[in-house]
């Protein structure tokens, strides 16, 4: 890799840093290729990044960014996850790590918020910013709802009890 390679590859990786909403740190010994890229494909579907990098470039490229504290995280094989969505990235990481012992990991931050292994876990347990907004909907379509029924429930008990007389007189 060349100086300008360098130069961009820092570049870029200060961009994520710069939009991402959570920063997941992993220690990928082992890890085959296909499971890398499964993970990618995992971390992709669900609106994240994984991207392995030289941990001299990242420390860098971490320089001048809410998550500068990461640099004491990057030594060995160390791989980033991240988002935008505040939970993805913590989500997938810790799901595939469950199921592959070759993945580890190490910590993150949440803005200014460093985590350690069991602060990223938990973070992985909350529901993501999609299922909250399905949570909202759903609360405030609720009491529409309801109204609703509450409504058209008078009018069909009456017609109920017209339809009792009828039948009466008629029998």
């Known amino acids: 890799m060349n100086r300008s390679e360098k130069t ?3 570049a870029a990786l200060n961009a994520t840093f710069n939009e991402a909403a959570v920063v997941v740190v992993t220690r990928n010994a082992g890890l085959t290729v296909a499971d890398s890229g499964e993970l ?18 990242a420390k860098i490229a971490l320089k001048d960014t809410q998550y500068e504290s990461l640099g004491e995280l990057l030594s060995g094989p160390t791989a980033l996850a991240t988002s935008t ?3 993805a990235a913590a989500k997938i990481a810790v799901e595939f790590a469950k199921a592959n012992d070759k993945l580890e990991i190490v910590g ?8 350690d292994v069991d602060g990223v876990k938990a973070l992985a347990s909350m529901p993501s910013l999609d299922e909250i ?7 405030v379509q609720a009491p529409a ?4 029924q509450l409504s058209t429930a ?3 008990k009456l017609a109920r009890v017209f339809g009792a007389y009828a039948a009466k007189e008629a029998a």
Do not use: Q
Not at 46 to 54: H, L, R
Not at 133 to 139: C, F, P, S, Y
């Open 108 to 115: 993150g931050a949440m803005g200014d918020t460093v985590l």
């Open 154 to 156: 008078p009018a069909a």
């Open 8 to 10: 961009d590859a820092v």
């Open 40 to 57: 990618r494909t995992k971390m992709r579907e669900a609106g994240a990044a994984y991207k392995v990098s030289k941990n001299r470039l």
């Open 133 to 139: 907004r399905g949570t909202l909907v759903g609360l």
């Open 145 to 148: 709802t309801k109204i609703a």
């Open 85 to 87: 969505d505040p939970v």
